[in-house]
């Protein structure tokens, strides 16, 4: 197992609310990445971060919005949430290659299910 | 942007026998194809990866080959075993900057 841990493990929610999920990389990782994985579906990329700053985003909406903390954990916020926001959302940390957060290796936590109603 | 296919959706092999799994990919800036391993209800845990300057890597069982020229890169696992049943994704991406997965191939190893 990777030492990367999320929390909580589920979570259920009614459509409208905000909800955040929570990420704590690796040991020696400064890059987490955020991907949502609807069921039967391949993860698909939300954003990174690298030492505290968006460094790539995929095609979700500005609902979806992160942070990274000194200490290189993580969060995602999803405001106004829709019913399909229904997911498995799971972090992975990985090292940055250089000072553009470059890295490859990445390796994924356990997830958060979130459900909406 | 990237885009990644991958087949066969499902995939049914033999205990002993070999499994392919191919993937093809449109941005030829990618330069970066993991190979992850997704058993029901865990984590994708990463089993092989390879950069672009690599034609083929062999990890055990595992090996992946890829072809720059034409785009795509392929999962080959020999002698395969029932712990070997699982969900793979192929990815593509340029060093992680962002990744993109393919849909999945759903392997199924019979006893």
């Known amino acids: 197992e990777t030492g990367v841990t999320q929390s909580p493990t589920h979570l259920i929610k009614t459509r409208g609310q905000q909800v955040t999920l929570r990420c704590s990389s690796q040991?020696?990782?400064?890059?987490v990445s955020w991907y949502q994985q609807a069921l039967g579906q391949g993860p698909q990329f939300i954003f990174q971060?690298?030492?505290?700053?968006?460094?790539g985003r995929g095609n979700f909406p500005p609902r979806f919005s992160g942070l990274q903390f000194p200490n290189y954990s993580s969060e995602l916020n999803v405001n106004a949430l829709e019913l399909d926001d229904s997911a498995l959302y799971l972090c992975?940390?990985?090292?940055?290659?250089?000072?553009?957060?470059?890295?490859?290796?990445?390796?994924f936590g356990p997830g958060t299910r979130l459900t909406v109603l | 942007g990237e885009n990644v296919e991958q087949h066969p959706s499902t995939l049914s092999v033999q205990e002993g026998d070999s499994a392919v799994i191919k993937c093809t990919y449109s941005d030829s800036a990618s330069n970066y194809f993991p190979w992850y391993k997704q058993e029901l209800g865990k984590r994708p845990q990463l089993i092989i990866d390879i950069r672009s300057n690599v034609g083929e890597k062999k990890d055990q069982r595992i090996a992946v080959t890829l072809n720059k020229t034409a785009k795509h890169f392929s999962l080959h696992i020999t002698e395969t075993q029932p712990e070997d049943s699982a969900v793979y994704f192929c990815?593509?991406?340029?060093?992680?900057?962002?990744?993109?997965f393919g849909p999945g191939t759903r392997l199924s190893v019979l006893p």
């Open positions: 971060y690298y030492r505290e700053e968006e460094n």
């Open positions: 040991s020696g990782h400064n890059t």
């Open positions: 990815a593509a991406g340029d060093y992680g900057q962002n990744f993109v």
């Open positions: 992975a940390s990985s090292s940055g290659a250089n000072a553009g957060g470059r890295s490859d290796t990445q390796y």
